[in-house]
């Protein structure tokens, strides 16, 4: 029942995914995809990590987020490395799709 004088309960962000299996799910996502980017992070130009974010993975698809043109144009000869360097670490992935951040300032 609702009080108009009680203070709704706050809780951490570990609780809300705990208490919630979506929740739990999607950050379980992040945190795969962010695993997969550490994984090949070394075969890219140290200039040119900053410009590349783990994005979702659909299936045995993932998706890179890049964030300039030059960027997407290198990361594109570097795909069969990352793509090699996966799987020999045991993940599934056997495509990897560029995304283009329109608009997005590198930081």
Same mark, same amino acid.
């Given at each position: 029942m609702y009080s108009p004088h009680r203070q709704p309960k706050s809780v951490t962000f570990n609780q809300a995914i705990e208490n919630s299996p979506s929740l739990a799910r999607l950050a379980g996502m992040v945190r795969e995809s962010n695993d997969l980017l550490k994984s090949v992070e070394l075969l890219l130009p140290l200039a040119m990590r900053a410009s590349v974010k783990a994005g979702p993975i659909d299936g045995e698809t993932w998706c890179l987020l890049?964030?300039?043109? #030059?960027?997407?144009?290198? @990361?594109?000869?570097l795909l069969p490395a990352l793509q090699a360097? @996966?799987? #020999?670490?045991?993940?599934?992935?056997? #495509?990897?799709?560029?995304? @283009? @951040?329109?608009g997005q300032s590198q930081r």
């Open positions: 890049i964030s300039s043109n #030059a960027a997407a144009a290198k @990361l594109r000869q360097r @996966l799987q #020999a670490n045991g993940h599934r992935i056997t #495509a990897i799709r560029l995304k @283009l @951040l329109v």
